[in-house]
């Protein structure tokens, strides 16, 4: 099976054509096609000879991601439900910049992007894992993921015509997404070569330009490979998905934790701020009578300012089939009350949890269930 083009670096793709006796500058403009003009075709890239476009198109596949279903209004958070091409599915989640938050009502965008079919760490309450780990993505299919949405909520047709639409001629073409958050479906640090792969190409200047510290790792807490990404040159930023601050509670709903205890990762996250010398983020989901009393916030305090982490409390999103529930705002408040009074920088996440705020991997759930019910 060839590679898809989008999963090479501009490097790569050089040597490639120094193979192919053909000039570095044709890489240039195709990576402009690629990457810029997002277009979906070789025969799109009309001032590329179409002799190399013939030799492209032998030695490379250029996949794009197949809508299944949107969710969502243009000024909301919109859900993508994505087939690739063995047919698996997968989403990726488009939050619109909280103008509240950012002072800034504009066309910024965070994109939430999965890098796995399913996952294979099984946390109870989430709905990625329940049908287990079929694969990992691909380079290109982590960053087709932010191609094709931009494709999606763009008023650029690039794509479709290989003309620029009047009024962006002056422009360039827009970017919609300009931050990224790995905390779609999949432990990301499970596909660690991929991902750092795909991210390292939305990061480029050739590529999608989205700055290193405008993209966030979330992981459940893989402390070999959070000590590897603090080896990395790019300063990318990384969240833990804590959800417990006692080894007690994470075993109960986070198996991972049996592999790599809090012990364990607490020191790799010290390890990671050595090399990196940087704030992290804990993700606290808050579930009803599980990790979201006062006792448990105390020790998420104390964690936290060892580990100078910023944390982000998120009422949990129900799942259809799993019994866990969010607790009442009151809860919440209170909790997040304590970690103020300790002098931790905490957030509380307030929107109402509606059907599609949901946690990523939902969509795909229902969508295969729903497909294999029929
Ligand atoms: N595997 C990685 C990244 C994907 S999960 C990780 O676990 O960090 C992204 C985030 O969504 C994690 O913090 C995860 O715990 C959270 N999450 C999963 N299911 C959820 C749910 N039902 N409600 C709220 N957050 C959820
Ligand atoms: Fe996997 Fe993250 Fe879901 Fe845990 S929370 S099952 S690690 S996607």
Known sequence: MPTDIKSLSRDELETQFKGWNESVYRVTQLLTWLYSRRVTSWDAMTNLPKALRAKLADAFL???LELVRKQGAHDTTQ???WRLRDHALIESVLIPANPALYGDASDRHTLCIS???GCAYGCKFCASGLDGWKR???PDEIVEQVLAVE???TSDKWHVTGKPVLSHVTRHVSRAVDNVVVMGMGEPLANYENLLKALRILNAPWGGGIGARKITISTSGLAPQIRRLGGEPEQFRLAISL????????????PVNRRYPLKELVVACEDYQGQKGRMLTFEYILIAGINDSVEQARPLAALAKRLFAKVNLIPYNK????SWERPEEKVCESFLAVLKKQKVPATLRREKGGDIDAACGQL????ERELTST
């Open 115 to 117: 890098t796995q079919v």
């Open 364 to 367: 795909r759930l229902k969508t």
């Open 79 to 81: 859900k993508f439900l």
């Open 136 to 138: 990992n993505l691909t």
């Open 243 to 254: 959800h417990g601050a006692t080894d007690e509670v994470r075993n109960k709903i986070m």
């Open 151 to 153: 494709r999606e909520v």
């Open 319 to 322: 799942v259809e089939g799993l």
């Open 62 to 64: 250029l996949q794009t």
